[in-house]
């Protein structure tokens, strides 16, 4: 594995718990590897060295540019690749750069599979992701038992690149949902709703859904944890989207508005504020 973040660690433990064999790629950006390296992990200095003794490569990494990087790069994944080693990406990307780097990875002779995830770090641990997979048919039925190690739902989504289009379509419409309920919010606020009030007629109502009930912790005592996705990473993935919607000549006037609040948000902020902390920004944003 490559890339020990808060998803990462989970999905490393739990192919750990399953009895696989795994080395990871030492890093200043992963957590704490004291439980892994208990359970039976290794480490490697570079992801040349990891992929020369790895039949299978899970990439969790920020996104496009560090997976390029971390592919492409000097002492790279394709320096170290062995003929028929599987290269599956879980990170969120542009899919036209994921279909490149798949073809430089078939042309080195291995197989490339797109795997996006969605939910949290807590089912990450829980070995309960949702898994949204691109890739040919035969090398996906292949790695569904590794996938099945840290997902409970498992999508073949189509060819290579369609499970990284899915994952930018699921996150447009729930950051774009939790953006829009953010600004209601903070309208509501300024407006001398009380919060709760806010939360129950929005719930009995056309307003409920998983983004409100994400947020009503916020809402009703201020707790953040609810949903913890950095404003940094939720503009990255609107990014993504608007690029995506670009590439296709689809329509793109809400996805920009979105983009927009958030790189207010990143720029008039702390970019690593948990997404729920924009109710907060928004109240006290200046007036244009």
Partial sequence: MIGIGMM???IASNLLKHGHSLSVLEHPGNQPLDALLAAGARTCQTPQALAAQSDVVILCVTGTPQVEAVLTGEA????????GSIVIDCSTAVPTSTEKVAALVVAQGGQFLDAPMTRTPKEAAEGRLNLLVGGDAAVFETCRPILACFAENIVHTGPIGSGHRMKLLHNYVSLGTVTLLAEAAACAQLSGIHAQTFVDVLAMGGGWGAALE????TLVNGDTTGLRFSMSNALKDLSYYNQMATDTQADRTVAQAVKTTLEAACQQGDPQALVPELI???VQRPKR
């Avoid at 790279?76 to 003929?83: D, E, T």
């Fill in 76 to 83: 790279g994944v394709l320096q170290g690749l062995r003929p």
């Fill in 280 to 282: 907060a920004q928004l």
């Fill in 8 to 10: 990462g660690h989970g």
């Fill in 214 to 217: 994400r947020l009503k912790p």
